[in-house]
């Protein structure tokens, strides 16, 4: 029959062009299962460097990742291109263009936290230990992922901020800020001699332990007038001190607090 006829000649071909086809096939493998082992090879190698290097897991685990699959391609790519399967190649990297832009616009904060915790990672706004203020919140940091920060705050919860609202909105990094300003404003009653009472201030904020120290010597604070309230004198004194822990300024706010108070009621200028 005809038909029968054709579909032999059809298989016939087809089994020519697959003996024709093996010596391409089997140097396809080798070239894909090469590159797949160089591949891994490359993945823990730039592991181990970038450890060495940057000491950041997830960043190691990133740059591993890439390389991995960098190599993977071009070896996936190349075995294709071996098998004369150009078409199929085109068709594979425009459907991957196609999955990636439908993904991006799908997972569209995810991105943005990705990419925010890569210029976190490297830019090193903060780092682990770090009493960061951000958002509204203030803590430790405790871990920087790719997606997310995880900080501590002071009442010992557990606070975890994506990195694109961390990247977008403004940080103060505490644990870098190694000098600090202390600004207290006080209104005192008038006297007829205001200059005991600013000596005795000055000498008051002179006494707080962690102020901070210029060529040796401590830089002294300043009091000024600031405006006239009622009956009142209104002043501001401020004190400059050495931030070197994470509650160096409360401490020192706190001691300038108590001795001005104790101070002012000795004079008798506080009830």
Request: net charge positive; hydrophobic share 45%; glycine share 6%.
């Amino acid at each position: 029959m005809e038909w029968t006829q054709l579909i032999l000649e059809k298989l016939q071909r087809w089994g020519q062009a697959a003996i024709n086809m093996l010596p391409n096939l089997a140097l396809a493998v080798v070239i894909f299962l090469v590159f797949y082992l160089l591949a891994k090879l490359a993945r823990n190698l730039v592991y181990k460097l970038s450890c060495r290097l940057s000491h950041k897991q997830a960043l190691s685990n990133l740059f591993a990742g890439v390389t991995y699959f960098i190599i993977f391609a071009i070896g996936l790519f190349t075995a294709l291109e071996v098998l004369k399967l150009d078409k199929a190649v085109s068709s594979l990297l425009a459907g991957a263009g196609i999955i990636g832009l439908a993904l991006g616009f799908a997972f569209q904060d995810l991105t943005s936290n990705f990419i925010s915790g890569i210029y976190i990672t490297f830019r090193k706004p903060f780092d682990t230990g770090h009493v960061i203020e951000t958002n509204g919140f203030t803590g430790t940091v405790e871990n920087i992922q790719f997606r997310s920060t995880t900080m501590r705050t002071s009442d010992g919860q557990h606070l975890i901020i994506p990195n694109k609202d961390i990247f977008q909105k403004p940080i103060i990094n505490h644990s870098l800020t190694t000098e600090r300003k202390i600004e207290l404003h006080l209104l005192i009653p008038f006297a007829k001699d205001p200059a005991p009472a600013l000596d005795d201030i000055v000498k008051t904020a002179m006494g707080v332990v962690n102020q901070l120290k210029t060529g040796g010597v401590r830089k002294p604070p300043e009091v000024w007038f600031e405006n006239i309230e009622g009956n009142s004198l209104k002043l501001m004194v401020s004190l400059w001190i050495s931030n070197q822990t994470d509650v160096s300024f409360n401490k020192s706010r706190h001691q300038l607090i108590s001795k001005l108070l104790d101070a002012l009621r000795q004079k008798q200028l506080l009830p």
